[in-house]
């Protein structure tokens, strides 16, 4: 690979970075615990593999068609952010007495990917510039998916970590949370369209 160091810049950056699934996981382990918050971060694992191999298997193709599609997943992504920040914002503490919605689920991380606009940009992003130049096996491309999922595990991991230990302040300061961490997911979601 041509430049290395520029690679795992970009994968760490991308993967430690506040977004989307970073939020999510650390906002589900202050709710939850991080036992509970592990399913979705699984899930986050296998949606961000299926969408670098279908970058992989598209890449090309993507590319030629990404100035039309980019606007309107722009609105998409846009949208289920803001819905997950309206979901974070009302959300109470998990031992409130009061049944909610369970948001540290596998299907709900899996299906964040695909309306996760900085992931598929990210996935089609490292594919095109830092593997498909260089290698172009389909045993490389699937094993580049595996490892580049897990260190987005990873990083969800590390930041659910972080909301897990911090859990009984954020519980007891559950509204001025719900705040912060919907300011930054409406920042993600805003930020879609400013990244162009």
Do not use: E
């Not at 036992?35 to 890449?59: D, Q, R």
């Not at 559950?174 to 961490?181: A, D, G």
Request: hydrophobic share 50%; with cysteine.
């Amino acid at each position: 690979m041509a430049n290395f160091t520029a690679f795992l810049s970009y994968v760490f950056i991308a993967n430690f970075a506040p977004g989307p699934n970073t939020i999510m996981s650390m906002s589900n382990a202050s709710r939850y615990g991080f036992k509970k918050s592990i399913m979705f971060n699984v899930g986050i694992f296998f949606g961000v593999f299926i969408v670098f191999a279908l970058s992989s298997i598209f890449t090309v193709a993507l590319y030629d068609f990404m100035p039309s599609i980019k606007l309107i997943m722009s609105y998409v992504s846009a949208a289920y952010i803001l819905w997950l920040a309206w979901q974070t914002y009302k959300s109470k503490p998990q031992n409130d007495g009061k049944i909610q919605k369970n948001t540290s689920t596998f299907s709900s991380g899996l299906l964040l990917q695909f309306f996760n606009l900085g992931v598929i940009i990210y996935g089609l992003t490292t594919v095109s510039t830092f593997i498909i130049p260089h290698y172009k096996s389909v045993s490389i491309l699937a094993y580049s998916s595996v490892i580049l999922a897990f260190l987005g595990f990873i990083g969800t991991c590390c930041w659910a970590l972080f909301g897990s230990i911090f859990q009984k302040f954020f519980i007891k300061n559950y509204k001025f949370v719900n705040i912060v961490m919907t300011i930054l997911l409406v920042y993600c979601s805003v930020s879609l369209f400013f990244n162009k």
